[in-house]
């Protein structure tokens, strides 16, 4: 009884910390809303609401499968690329071969799949450090989807398959259901499976992990293989409502998706966040980057400021953890 | 005297067998990749080849000793390539708006000196992983190099800097002397200094330097601010040679530099990289792309067959070297 009282209570207080954590976070994009509602009257309208979340869609499920990464204190440099070919596999499966939609998506699939284990064996069993294994197959899997279209821009694909990218269901886009059925999986993994602790304990410390009978390599390819197959989804997503699929197409999604990781307050060093955090923090550079359309920012200036926003990020994310430290002292 | 004689010759044989030894594992293939280059087309070993690869491999060379100086130290830095991008614009434009060849010059250097001290700040001062503030830094100059030139190349033709990229002295390129001068001095650096030796230290074990009373955060922060200013030189000896900045030419530089350097047998946070086999790395680098490049391999199959190829050199040099 008494053992029951204690866990339900460490629970409620995980939870109520967690949220107290993102709070921040949820502040910083209402604010966001509130100034980009007064600097535009089209910010509030419900479709353009409805469009920011569709297209904050992709970045969310690609995001997601980088917190899994992040959590493990490793990174995955190689998830643009993955997003790119997850989405250049099925395209010229369709459009070359002519193979059924749901084969081709399959493949693409799979393939998100494969670079994910050559990642986790990169990693784990040749032991390169996360960002030099993950960077060197980032430009091996370019080169490839290059090889793959030959430069081309396919474009035109069959109803079916747009349906995932544009096709509306009780009037919310496809897109926004795919995200959030992927994020409740990710956070049933995270928070209610013997994986999801495990990932936590990894990041935490991965010596101790191991020490304490953690199969850590294993632990390590699995989940390099979800967040493979969550670049290719959100790739193949990508492709669909875009209607046009080339090998660069990933290459200015992944820095979005990591500084989604860091203002969603997930530690770089590992063990320390979530993937809620994750969501909000690609809210939020989704909400960025439409205010900086609506008022007529430079496109040109996009790479700049996102730039500029990771690393102020991780340094506000940095300062506010030594104070932590040093009150806890 | 014989027995002095014949120890002479096991010292001689000893130090041939460990001179060997110290070469990286794919010194042979490279050696094998000129044979089969040379055989499969007799014009990779014309002489105007030869300078074309050798004058476009002195930028390279320069990017991957200081991709090997900071890996030596247990960092790492991404934005070695938006660095070199970024200078050669700066110079570019400070030139189209009249300035003195010199005062450009000058003001593309620091601006690499401006993007180390802010990867060096954040790293040391702040903690943060190196990779996330390089990967930063990377899109910040690269995104800048765009917006500034407005995403198309911006030429140079101040006789001054040209001469400077094409020029010889002692019939010896430029680009290339100044490429041996940074070699030397970062040899130098990093194996007759305290400087160099702090480096390798921290790069061992950084607490334990810290603790052993390296300035830590001081040493960090300065082969930051070495590497962008010597990638923001190598920046300005590129545009000038090709006489034109555009914004994109150093996209994938800082993956080569950080490949050459691996392959050339830095293994990263072990602090026993070596400067001098860098060299191996970007040799094989510039020899596959030209090689490529000279067999006919179609322009869109390239960039993954090296890809492949650095990504299995870099497999191919870290297993060996943990089987040792």
Redesign the interface.
Known sequence: MTMKTVEDKSKKFSLSANLVNSLPRILILGLLGVVLSFLSPYFLKTNNLMNIASIASIPIILALGETLIVLTGN?D?SLGAVFSIGGVVPAALMKFLEVPVPIAILAGLLVGAFMGLMNGL?ISK????S??GS???K??????A??IL??YVVYGFPDSFRFLGVERVLNIPVPIYIATITFVIIWLILRRTILGRKIYAMGANADAARLSGIKVDRVLIITYIMAGVLAAVAGIVQVSRVNSSHAFLGDTML?PA?AAV?IGGTS??GGVGGVFGTVIGALIMSVIDNGLNLVGA?S?????????I??LA??ID??VRRIADKRMR | MQTIESTKKNRILEGAKKFIKSFPPLTWVVILMIIFFAIAEPSFFDIGNITNVIRRGSSLWMLATMATLVLISGGLDLSLGSVLTFSGVVLALLLKAGANAGIASLAALLSGTFVGVLNGFLVSVFGIPAFIVTLGSMNIFAGLSIFFTESSAVFISDPRMVFFGAGAILGIPIPILIAVLIFVVSFVMLHHTSFGRNLVAIGENETGAHLSGVNTRRTTWLIYVYASTVAALAGIVLSSRIQSADPTVGVGWEFEAIAASIMGGTLRGKGRGNITTTIIGVVLILVLRNGLNIIGVPVMWRSAVVGLFLLSGIIIDVTMRRRE
Do not use: D, N, R
């Open positions: 990174i440099l990169l040749i032991k390169l450090p960002m030099i960077y060197a197959l430009v091996a899997v370019t080169g490839i290059v090889a030959q430069g820095l990591i860091v770089m060093f430079p040109i200036l996009q790479q700049f400021i996102v730039g500029v990771i690393l991780v340094i940095q300062t």
